[in-house]
């Protein structure tokens, strides 16, 4: 079982959905990142939380330290939000470390 | 802002040839990581260096070495190279002390024919 898990793997929408992607994680952390990936491309960071929540324009993240969860929110979703989004955790033994999901992959179509 | 920054952004090499990645951290970070993401992997953590002493070792193989050099920047020296090592190598940056947050690199596109 893979230490950061995340749900779905693959996820499509129409233009405008409001998109939900979950993490779940079994370590303890320290922070929590979400990581965009278009095809062929980098890693770029959205959100690093350790607890609460973040918001920056259309994303929201929210990280329950308790349940170890946390769910990434595109709301008005575009096709240019197409890519894959990495959750991918700081475990607290870890050093500083990075462990990533599986990702998932996303396709908003217009 | 700068950012990251990887040379070269592609590269592609022969098998058993050498390769040397490169990767210049944002401007005061003394902690840079390297991950490894091969076609349809998750990245995978390889090494990291804090202040210029390797800080923590993943799955790197011992064809692999790496280091920091004084002015932070960090250099991924693969030899032998392997089919399997195909992959795409971001490296992050990181102020030590001051976040937990990472800031990768664009990335370097290997491909081992």
């Known amino acids: ?67 170890k969860h946390s769910s990434l929110h595109i709301t008005a979703s575009h096709p240019r939000d ?16 990075l462990i990533f999901g599986t990702g998932t992959r996303l396709q908003v179509f217009p | 802002a700068a950012g990251v920054i990887q040379s070269p952004r592609h590269l592609i090499k022969e098998k058993r040839e050498t390769a040397t990645l490169k990767c210049y951290p944002i401007p005061r970070h003394d902690t840079v990581y390297w991950y490894q993401q091969g076609p349809g992997q998750d990245p995978q953590f390889l090494i ?18 790496a280091q920091q050099f004084s002015d932070y920047h960090s250099e991924l020296n693969m030899s032998s190279l392997e089919l399997g090592d195909s992959a795409l190598y971001f490296c992050a940056s990181r102020e030590q002390g001051k976040a937990y947050e990472q800031y990768f690199g664009p990335g370097t596109r290997l491909t081992v024919t």
């Not at chain 1, 952390?29 to 324009?57: N, Y």
């Not at chain 1, 197409?82 to 470390?97: L, W």
């Open chain 1, 82 to 97: 197409s890519a894959v989004y990495i959750c991918a955790v700081r475990s607290r033994g870890g050093k500083d470390k």
């Open chain 1, 1 to 67: 079982k893979n230490e950061v898990e995340q749900s779905p793997q693959n996820l499509t929408a129409q233009e405008g959905e409001f998109i939900t992607i979950n993490c779940s994680y079994s370590v303890g952390i320290s922070a929590l990142h979400w990581l965009q990936q278009h095809p062929g491309g980098g890693i770029v960071s959205l959100f690093m939380l350790s607890s609460g929540k973040k918001k920056h324009g259309r994303l929201i993240a929210t990280i329950n330290i308790q349940e």
């Open chain 2, 48 to 65: 990291s260096f804090y202040e210029k002493m390797q800080s923590d070792k993943g799955s790197i193989p011992d064809r692999f070495s």
